[in-house]
């Protein structure tokens, strides 16, 4: 049951125009543009530094936004309640859709390796399996506040924050320009948000070829377990 769950959550996200727009071509352009486009100034060659940055907002565009649009529209279609009136358990309803977008991530981040592959990026072994740590951390955080969002309010509004909150992280929230880049009070803020976190791990990871610092894991963990307790208490079925 949970497989056949979760294989029908990630088929439905894949079969969404939209969702694919946001959670595939989006992270690919920037990828590409970045890359070769002298937009931001970045260290050479520029796809080490810019492959992080798009794994991070790959993730946190399907854990995130893409899941709290989800979450609402089918609050707000009556599924929830539908699925709840099942034989499923609670737990495996969330399981299900855990692990359905840990599979959209994980094929989201191949096809951006091997197309940063083809533009000249060579990573470490050791950075790759730090890499997949972050990853699963990254997806169950923002998941956790993608069900926050979308399983408290009405689903035209989850629509319009988690988009907002998507623009302003991609490119206030440590992703595009990095907190070091940043103004030094402006920098310390940013880093306490997830997105600046995994980020900055990835970097550390794919970049440096070392652990991620205990500060970044730290934080990502603050923000899903708070974000998963709050979610538990706010989120509802219709």
Not at 204 to 212: R, T
Request: with cysteine; glycine share 10%.
């Amino acid at each position: 049951m949970l497989f056949t769950h979760a294989r029908t959550e990630a088929a439905l996200t894949l079969r969404n125009g939209e969702q694919v727009l946001l959670t595939l071509l989006i992270p690919l352009a920037l990828l590409v543009g970045l890359t070769l486009v002298h937009v931001i100034s970045l260290p050479e060659p520029r796809v080490d530094s810019v492959t992080p940055r798009v794994f991070a907002l790959a993730v946190m565009s399907t854990a995130f936004t893409g899941q709290a649009i989800a979450l609402g529209f089918d609050r707000r279609y009556g599924v929830l309640k539908r699925l709840a009136a099942t034989a499923l358990p609670r737990w495996l309803l969330v399981a299900g859709r855990v692990l359905g977008c840990l599979a959209v991530v994980v094929l989201q981040l191949v096809v951006l390796g091997v197309a940063a592959a083809l533009l000249g990026w060579a990573p470490t072994a050791a950075g790759l399996l730090w890499t997949v740590l972050l990853t699963v951390l990254g997806t169950l955080t923002f998941g956790a506040l993608g069900v926050l969002l979308g399983g408290a309010l009405k689903a035209e509004v989850v629509l319009a924050l988690a988009n907002v909150v998507w623009l302003v992280l991609l490119f206030a929230g440590g992703i595009v320009l990095t907190a070091d880049t940043l103004p030094a009070g402006m920098a310390e803020v940013v880093r306490l948000l997830p997105s600046a976190a995994l980020t900055e791990g990835l970097t550390q990871a794919l970049v440096d070829g070392s652990a991620p610092a205990l500060s970044t894991v730290a934080t990502l963990a603050a923000w899903g377990a708070g974000a998963g307790l709050l979610a538990t208490r706010t989120t509802r079925l219709s």
